[in-house]
C-alpha cells in the first residue's frame, strides 16, 4: 500500500492481487494466532453436540474444493455412510480445513488429495492422504509442534496443523501422520470417538 501511495507501485491488477493475497494472509494468521492463544490457556469455547462427520466434512470439501480447482489438484471425497460422533461441528470442521489447505499447499499441480471415512469399533476415521512432498520419519511429529514448516517457501503460519491436533484431541480423539517418504505424499489420519443413533 505505501508503495501505492508513494507512485513506486504501478495500479495494476497485479498489485491489486498482491495486496489481497497479503491482506488474507495476515487476516489468517490473526485468526490462528487467537485460536492458537486460546488454546494455550484451554479457553477454547466448544459446542458439543450429536454431529454427523461425514455431513460436515462434505461441506467443507464443497468450500475447498474451488481452491484445489484453481490450483490444478484432484479432491476426491469417500464416506463409508454415516459417521456419528458427539463434538462441536464448527470446530472440528477448522480442524479439518487445516488439515486439508496443508495438503493441498504441499501437492503440486495435477497431484491428487483423498478424504476417506468410516466407523468401525466405536471409532470414526477420516484419512487425508497426498501425492505430495511427503515427510521425512523424524519429522512426522514434530510436524505438529508450534510454528513448523517442512518447506519455508510454501504460504503458511506454521501453526495449523498444531490447532487442528488440539481440536480433535479435546474430543478425546487424535491425528496421526504417515508418510512413505519425501516426494511420495503423506496420510493424516483423525480418529474420533463414535457414538450410536438413538
Not at 490444478?72 to 486439508?100: E, Y
Amino acid at each position: 500500500m505505501e508503495g501505492l501511495i508513494d507512485g513506486v507501485l504501478p495500479e495494476s491488477r497485479e498489485t491489486y492481487e498482491a495486496i489481497a493475497h497479503e491482506a488474507h494472509r495476515l487476516k489468517r494468521l490473526t485468526r490462528d494466532l487467537s485460536t492458537l492463544s486460546s488454546a494455550q490457556e484451554g479457553a477454547i469455547e466448544y459446542n458439543f453436540g450429536d454431529e454427523d462427520l461425514a455431513e460436515f466434512t462434505r461441506g467443507v470439501i464443497n468450500t475447498l474444493e474451488p481452491q484445489y480447482e484453481v490450483n490444478d489438484v484432484t479432491l476426491q471425497l469417500s464416506l463409508d455412510g454415516t459417521l456419528p460422533i458427539r463434538g462441536d461441528a464448527d470446530r472440528l470442521a477448522q480442524a479439518l480445513t487445516n488439515l486439508l489447505g496443508n495438503a493441498l499447499a504441499h501437492t503440486p499441480p495435477g497431484g491428487v488429495v483423498s478424504v476417506a471415512g468410516a466407523a468401525d469399533n466405536g471409532l470414526c476415521t477420516l484419512t487425508i492422504t497426498d501425492t505430495g512432498a511427503g515427510i521425512p520419519d523424524a519429522q512426522l511429529e514434530t510436524i505438529f509442534e508450534r510454528f513448523t514448516r517442512l518447506d519455508r517457501d510454501q504460504p503458511g503460519t506454521g501453526i495449523g496443523l498444531n490447532i487442528a491436533r488440539t481440536l480433535v484431541r479435546d474430543h478425546d480423539g487424535d491425528i496421526v501422520a504417515t508418510s512413505p517418504g519425501p516426494g511420495k505424499g503423506a496420510t493424516f489420519t483423525v480418529r474420533l470417538p463414535g457414538r450410536s443413533y438413538s
